[in-house]
Every structure is written in C-alpha cells, then in structure tokens.
C-alpha cells in the first residue's frame, strides 16, 4: 500500500508567523506533488504543485520537495486567520492522474 | 472561472436504495474522477474515467458502483444499492490533461444512507 503520511495536528501559529507542514511518501517513483486546502465541510482547493526537488514560491506560499528523502513541505508566511484549514498532501500515481491524500494537517491560526 | 458542478447537495437516502450522484467537468478537460471522504477521514479515490472508459478503479469501487458520461457533458456515479457506509462526501474532479497533473474538485455531494 503506497501511502502519504502528515501529521494530524492541530498546529497553531499566531497570526503573522510563519506555518510549516509536513508530508512523507512512501513510492519513492512518484514524481508530482500537490498541496490542497481544505475548509470544514468544503472540497480540496488546489494551492500548489511541485514537481521538481527544491523550492516553489507562489505568493506566500513556498512547496518544497526532496525525493531523495521522500518529503514534500509547505510553507506559510504570514499566516492569518484564513488561513485556518486543513492541509492535504497529495501525490499523483500511475498513468492517469490518480492521486492519493494524506490524512490532512489541521492549521489554526490565532489573532 | 470555469468549475467543476456537482448535484445534488445532500442526499438522504434509505438502505437498499440506488443513488445517482452527478457532476458537470469543466468543459474542455479530459480526464474525470470520483472520490469520497467519510467524515473525518482522508480523501479516497474511487475511479478515473478517459475517452468514454473507466481507466482506473479503487478496491473501494466494486460491482454496486458505476461511472457512465452519458451525453459528452455530465459525468454520473451510481451507487446501486446502498449500504451504510456508502455516507460520506462524494467529490467528482476533472482534469486537462495528464502532463498538467492538477485536479479540480467540485463542491461535494453529501449521501446520507439510513
């Protein structure tokens, strides 16, 4: 069983901090990576992609890959409290775009 | 901006009872899906469905479920006869293409089996 691993949390940072989440994976072939949003009772929002090992920057929000490690991060600067959400790592198997999720990290942020 | 349309809502339906969940993929994309979250748990996949074919399906996806695009425009997942633990959020998602990579999810239909 290929599995995506986060941590549950909650993880609580004050407001204007910077939030940092975590996500292992286990298939070390798979070669793309997806962050997704997800608000209580609301579908996953695409946030970001990576595909290659080092840093994205997208707004305040960088994706960081090391397939050498099999460890994909996001993080957020300048968190606010729109923020609060959970977190889902994803990564794409297989030849039609399959993804698998993690269980999803909780994120609060407080004023 | 082009979305991903699901209906209906909320369903409740009884034990037994078949179930048609359908969804309306952005219209240029290619590659469709389903996928379920029950409550509290994580995000499944169920099925992907290209050029009129079911081209992957989960354990989870056995002989009560089907996936059919019956007129180039919605996409439906039929639950024939649902248990229990069929409740859950059911999100359909559609894709460009396979280099792209990215899915976009629609608003969820929540199935209520009593």
């Known amino acids: 069983q290929k599995e995506v691993e986060q941590n549950s949390g909650p993880l609580s940072v004050p407001e204007g901090a910077i939030a940092s989440l975590n996500c292992t994976y286990s298939?070390?072939?798979?070669?793309?990576f997806f962050w997704y949003r997800q608000y209580s009772g609301k579908s996953p929002e695409l946030i970001m992609f990576?595909?290659?090992?080092g840093d994205k920057e997208d707004g305040r929000f960088t994706a960081q890959l090391n397939k050498a490690s099999q460890y994909v991060s996001l993080l957020i600067r300048d968190s606010q409290p729109s923020d609060s959400a959970t977190y889902l790592c994803?990564?794409?198997?297989?030849?039609?775009?399959?993804?698998?999720f993690g269980a999803g990290t909780r994120l609060a942020v407080h004023p | 901006e082009p979305e991903v349309t699901q209906t209906p809502s909320h369903q409740v339906t009884q034990m037994g009872q078949e179930v048609i969940l359908r969804c309306v993929p952005i219209?240029?994309?290619?590659?469709f899906y389903w996928y379920r979250q029950i409550l509290g748990q994580k995000v499944e996949f169920l099925v992907s469905?290209?050029?009129?074919?079911?081209?992957?399906k989960s354990e989870i996806f056995d002989d009560q479920f089907s996936v059919e695009r019956p007129d180039g425009s919605n996409f439906t997942l039929k639950i024939r006869s649902t248990k229990l633990e069929d409740s859950a959020m059911y999100f359909c998602?559609?894709?460009?293409?396979?280099?792209?990579?990215?899915?976009?999810f629609g608003e969820g239909s929540r199935l209520t089996v009593l």
């Open positions: 219209s240029n994309h290619l590659y």
């Open positions: 994803a990564v794409r198997q297989g030849g039609y775009n399959k993804l698998i």
């Open positions: 998602a559609s894709g460009l293409g396979l280099n792209t990579g990215e899915l976009f």
């Open positions: 469905f290209y050029n009129n074919e079911i081209s992957e």
């Open positions: 298939d070390r072939g798979s070669q793309s």
């Open positions: 990576i595909y290659s090992n």
